[in-house]
């Protein structure tokens, strides 16, 4: 359950690289302090591994073991990249150190560079993670910067220039008294639109959902519903956003449904050509950020609706209608939700997927088909020391039952797409790349 991010830089002109590279693993073991969690591990409590867990501050924290360098053969291609990345997004975080890593890549070909940050998915969300970029960047190619992406003073700094200020601390035992409180509040204090929404829900199971589409039901199973390994493969590409916007504007969708219909066109070119098309169509599960913009602390807040992709449909214009039909039902019932009833939405929506797949079940009746995850990123482009940030590629989760996931960050006029799938389970994971591509380029003919 690690997420992670591959920025890829351009060195600034004129610059030793070595010591750039230097330079840049400095700043991440600096030591200053850093923000909860990242010098904090998870601790149990009396109730050990079956009871709750707590964050519990690392006394020794050994920066030299989290922060990494590593180099491929000059002039080393995306490709060789990709692989790299692949296998270190493998392993799992080493549980008994705060749940964090940062790869510094070198030896990329057009004098580039790249940061991939593995992060436990306890301690950071999409939103999140995009904000971590941010605040260790700057718009401005002349300024400097010194500190480590995950230190507080890097995180206050970039509050601060959103007109944020830090909030006062709290007192342990104050904190978890009302944080004990508000749990128990929201559980059994929600209005009247929450019960709305969960009549929809399950008028939904019976044929009457308006479009709103939910787990399990006329869910496929597919070879992608399967348990996965610990192997993993990871592929990345950009698209421009004026591509997109071209299309959706045409068709009268957002930008959203029309990347749901590129996925939607690949992953039926992907199953025909595996012999697995199912007769009813993929669903997959959308996550959607609730985070107030004011929210610059909270490592969670999201919920998520899901999409009915229409891949029983050979059209590429049938596939668009039902997605838009779905996602503008699943658009419309969290439309009339509070954040935190829709914080509490999604954990009675991932609660029996991720059941699904302790117990083992999900790869028999798998609740969704497939992750697709849109996260808005920065408009300007940013740097880092002089450095360009080139492109920002997600690298999210897989795990048993859900062996693909389909993540793409917007930044700098750019959509940046990153695929991770089980290794053993997913074959070919470029062509699902090539497959997209192929799809907008269909789109953009049909509008």
Known sequence: MHVAGLNIFEFPPRVHQRKFMSRLQDA?????????????????????????????????????????RSALPKPGSDREL?????????????????????????????????????????????????????????????????????????????????????????????????????????QFDTSAHFLGVLKDYAATWFGMGKGLAVPWRHVPHTLLNTEVSSSRRFAARSWSIERVRAVSEAAGVTINDVVLAM?????????????????????????????????????????????????RHEDPMDRLVAITKSTRAGKAMLGDLTSREASLYATLMQTPLFIASMMGV???????????????????????NGAPLLGSYPVSAVFHGFALNITFVSYHGNLDFGIVACRRTVPHLQRLIDDLERSLAELEALV
């Open 28 to 68: 991440y073991c600096s030591t200053t302090e850093l923000r909860k969690p990242f010098a904090h591990r998870v601790a149990h409590g009396a109730l050990g591994r079956f009871g709750p867990l707590y964050w519990e501050h690392e006394p020794d924290l050994d920066l030299d073991y989290h922060v990494r």
């Open 82 to 186: 990709f692989s790299l990345v692949s296998r270190l997004h493998s392993s799992l975080l080493d549980r008994s150190r705060p749940l964090w890593e940062a790869h510094l890549i070198e030896g990329l070909k057009g004098r580039r560079f790249g940061v991939y940050t593995k992060i436990h998915h306890a301690a950071i969300d999409g939103v999140a993670g995009v904000r971590l970029t941010e605040a260790s960047c700057s718009p401005d190619p002349a300024a400097t910067a010194g500190l480590s992406p995950l230190s507080l003073e890097a995180h206050e700094a970039f509050k601060a220039r959103h007109g944020k200020v830090r909030a006062p601390d709290l007192a342990p035992s104050e904190f978890e008294l009302k944080a004990m409180a508000e749990f128990l509040k929201a």
């Open 263 to 311: 996925c939607s066109g690949a992953l039926r070119r992907f199953l025909e050509a595996q012999d697995e098309l199912p007769e009813h169509s993929l669903r997959a599960l959308v996550p959607v950020s609730v985070r107030q913009k004011d929210d610059f602390d909270s490592a969670l807040a999201i919920s998520y609706i899901i999409a009915d992709l229409g891949t």
């Open 362 to 384: 999900a790869d028999w009746f798998p609740p969704v088909s497939t992750v697709i995850s849109n996260i808005p990123g920065p408009r300007e482009e940013l740097y880092w």
